[in-house]
């Protein structure tokens, strides 16, 4: 197929459909409506399950149900519509359903802004809802990426009876890029084993997220846990730009990772040697590839749409092996990539390993501009 | 090769679709082009803008500080751009709107009237075609002929008959800053 000009949003919804969705429940919120809509006219036209719930939490009580069923479903919302989905998403953890939720994150916290962030990070990454369980997060930076990954979700939320997250910066989804769709896949005809679809006579199948015996619970958990191991083991992804002889390494994702693109190319330019690692799985984090970067580089500026929540994973990982720095904007503000080009600047000046927390040192220095 | 374009004006002027032509033109001569618009705190004052960043490799930022080009529609856009545009870059003014002269000496300074052009073609909101045409005719950012196949694609349905008129439009801008 050849390309086509798409929004992030309305990519996402049709690589959905393509990758042969039966059932779309979910809720209307900025910036994530236009997915919604899109769902409204072609779930149905193809003979497919739409339902707009009437809120939130319907709607991902709605696809832990369709999932129970064996059903490919998913949901898209925006930050606050994700808090609303915490609770549902840990029982669909629990009664290990396969289900594709993406999120298209707007500033916070609270109904905040309706602007581009990356805050949901910790939520989505570090599961925000209660327990012992292990989502699967990718971060795209682009429209045509958005669509493969969303895509290949549905693959990954099968094969390991987990959820997927994706997890799209509010400015993914609003922006229109070329983008190849995928090929239509034939709805799935066949159940899997542990579905539950009525029926007397059968054998008697149970899909529950309550387990009063601690002992049984206690396997699930650890079930759960090997599976993650798993995930941890095959499902790592990120890409590396211009690292072959960097010095100075950006770590940033998503719409971050991007923006830091053009403030490395800028930098090469001035003959600075940096290079941009821009992980795409969250989780799992590319946990080898932080390393190999922190034994090259003298030098790490993690890049973020909030106030640090992947630098805790970066730092955790590069354990004081070379010096880390932050630069972030908060709240639904972008950085432009003069903002990151002077932090490399800076940090090329004087490449000396910092003295302090990255996070303190960095509202020192973002301070003044936030309070211009 | 990059090169960034920012279109702003009141809702209703045709902002998000010029940037949407500028992208189908990209594609059409095989570029990659980002087409970002302004949503949230930026759009008060009911003011609209997207950024067309059009480049031969993997697009970076989708939002630039100092775009190469700025088509402003109205005077609040030409109040708020006017400083942003890149040094020796482009700015569009839509003088039917504008009752300033531009302040900037370093850049190229497009003044055209284009919703008056626009009426004469019969439809005042041509006046965002006849300002991009005005733009590619001297910035050459796109091909003629590829705007062309941009507006046949970006103008389906019930607004394909606009296709002709939108074409007319562009060059009427194209021609009105070539006499200049």
């Given at each position: 197929?050849?390309?086509?000009?798409?929004?992030g949003?309305?990519a996402?919804?049709?690589?959905?459909?393509?990758?042969g969705?039966?059932?779309?429940?979910?809720?209307?919120?900025?910036?994530?409506?236009?997915?919604?809509?899109?769902?409204?006219?072609?779930?149905p036209?193809?003979?497919?399950?739409?339902?707009?719930?009437?809120?939130?939490?319907g709607a991902i009580?709605?696809?832990y149900?369709?999932?129970?069923?064996?059903?490919?479903?998913m949901?898209?919302?925006?930050?606050?519509?994700?808090?609303?989905?915490?609770?549902g998403?840990?029982?669909?953890a629990?009664?290990?359903?396969?289900?594709?939720?993406?999120?298209v994150v707007?500033?916070?916290?609270?109904?905040?802004?309706?602007s581009p962030?990356?805050?949901?990070y910790?939520?989505?990454?570090?599961g925000?809802?209660?327990?012992?369980y292990?989502?699967?997060?990718?971060?795209?930076?682009?429209v045509?990426?958005?669509?493969?990954?969303?895509y290949?979700?549905?693959d990954?939320a099968?094969?390991?009876r987990?959820?997927?997250?994706?997890?799209l910066?509010?400015s993914?989804?609003?922006?229109?890029?070329?983008?190849?769709?995928?090929p239509?896949?034939?709805?799935?005809?066949?159940?899997?084993?542990?579905?539950?679809?009525?029926?007397?006579?059968?054998?008697?199948?149970?899909?529950?997220?309550?387990?009063l015996?601690?002992a049984e619970?206690?396997?699930?958990?650890?079930?759960l846990?090997?599976?993650?191991?798993?995930?941890?083991?095959?499902?790592?992804?990120?890409?590396?730009?211009?690292?072959?002889?960097?010095?100075?390494a950006i770590?940033?994702?998503g719409?971050?990772g991007?923006?830091?693109?053009?403030?490395?190319?800028a930098?090469?330019?001035a003959g600075?040697p940096?290079?941009?690692?821009?992980?795409?799985?969250?989780?799992p984090?590319?946990?080898?590839?932080?390393?190999?970067?922190?034994a090259?580089?003298?030098?790490?500026?993690?890049?973020?749409?909030?106030?640090g929540?992947?630098?805790?994973?970066v730092?955790?990982?590069?354990?004081?092996k070379?010096?880390?720095?932050?630069?972030g904007?908060?709240?639904?503000v972008?950085?432009?990539?003069e903002?990151?080009?002077?932090?490399?600047?800076?940090?090329?000046?004087?490449p000396?390993?910092?003295?302090?927390?990255?996070?303190d040192?960095w509202?020192?220095?973002?301070?003044?501009?936030?309070?211009r | 090769?990059?090169?960034?374009?920012?279109?702003?004006?009141?809702g209703g002027?045709?902002?998000?679709?010029?940037?949407?032509?500028?992208?189908?033109?990209?594609?059409?001569?095989?570029?990659?082009v980002?087409?970002f618009?302004?949503?949230g705190?930026?759009?008060?004052?009911g003011?609209?803008?997207?950024?067309v960043?059009?480049s031969?490799?993997?697009?970076?930022?989708?939002?630039?500080?100092?775009?190469?080009?700025?088509?402003?529609m109205?005077?609040?856009?030409?109040?708020?751009y006017?400083n942003?545009?890149?040094?020796?870059?482009?700015?569009v003014?839509n003088?039917?709107?504008?009752?300033r002269?531009?302040?900037?000496?370093?850049?190229h300074v497009?003044?055209?009237?284009?919703?008056?052009?626009?009426?004469?073609?019969g439809d005042?909101?041509?006046a965002?075609?006849?300002?991009?045409?005005?733009l590619?005719?001297?910035?050459?950012?796109?091909?003629?002929?590829?705007?062309?196949?941009?507006?046949?694609?970006?103008?389906h349905?019930?607004?394909?008959?606009m296709v002709?008129?939108?074409?007319k439009?562009?060059?009427?801008?194209?021609d009105?800053?070539k006499?200049?």
């Open positions: 197929m050849a390309k086509e000009l798409w929004k949003n309305e996402f919804a049709e690589a959905a459909i393509r990758a969705l039966q059932a779309y429940f979910g809720y209307p919120i900025t910036p994530q409506t236009e997915a919604l809509e899109y769902m409204s006219s072609r779930m036209e193809l003979g497919r399950v739409f339902l707009q719930a009437e809120s939130e939490l009580n709605m696809v149900g369709a999932a129970c069923t064996g059903v490919r479903t949901t898209s919302t925006s930050s606050p519509g994700t808090s609303l989905m915490m609770e998403l840990s029982y669909i629990a009664t290990e359903l396969p289900m594709v939720l993406v999120d707007r500033g916070g916290p609270g109904l905040g802004t309706i962030s990356q805050g949901d910790n939520q989505m990454v570090h925000g809802g209660h327990g012992d292990y989502p699967i997060v990718m971060a795209p930076a682009g045509q990426e958005t669509v493969d990954i969303v290949g979700m549905f990954l099968e094969k390991y987990s959820i997927g997250v994706v997890m910066d509010g993914i989804g609003q922006m229109i890029e070329p983008a190849e769709m995928p239509m896949l034939e709805v799935r005809k066949d159940i899997p084993e542990w579905a539950v679809r009525g029926g007397s006579g059968k054998d008697k199948r149970i899909l529950t997220s309550i387990n015996d601690p619970m206690e396997k699930m958990n650890l079930r846990l090997k599976r993650w191991k798993e995930v941890e083991k095959n499902e790592v992804r990120f890409a590396e730009y211009y690292m072959d002889d960097a010095k100075i770590i940033g994702n719409t971050a991007r923006i830091a693109l053009s403030a490395v190319r930098a090469r330019a600075i940096v290079g941009l690692l821009r992980p795409i799985s969250l989780s984090f590319p946990v080898k590839a932080v390393q190999e970067v922190a090259q580089v003298d030098n790490i500026l993690v890049v973020e749409m909030n106030a929540m992947m630098l805790e994973d730092l955790k990982v590069v354990q004081g070379t010096s880390v720095e932050f630069y904007r908060i709240g639904g972008m950085p432009y990539p903002e990151i080009l002077a932090e490399i600047q800076r940090i090329a000046a004087n000396s390993p910092i003295n302090g927390h990255p996070r040192l509202i020192e220095r973002i301070e003044p501009v936030i309070n | 090769m990059q090169n960034e374009t920012l279109i702003a004006g009141f002027q045709g902002v998000l679709f010029t940037g949407k032509v500028m992208a189908h033109a990209a594609m059409a001569e095989n570029l990659q980002t087409w618009p302004s949503y705190p930026e759009m008060r004052g003011t609209a803008n997207c950024t960043v059009i031969d490799q993997e697009i970076g930022s989708p939002q630039v500080r100092q775009p190469r080009a700025v088509i402003a109205n005077l609040p856009s030409l109040d708020k006017e942003q545009v890149a040094p020796g870059g482009y700015l003014i003088t039917s709107m504008v009752n002269k531009a302040k900037r000496e370093d850049i497009l003044e055209v009237p284009g919703t008056e052009l626009a009426e004469e073609l005042k909101r041509l965002n075609s006849i300002l991009l045409g005005a590619l005719a001297e910035s050459k950012f796109l091909k003629p002929e590829s705007i062309e196949k941009a507006l046949e694609e970006s103008l349905g019930k607004k394909h008959d002709d008129i939108n074409k439009a562009m060059k009427k801008g194209a009105y800053i006499s200049k």
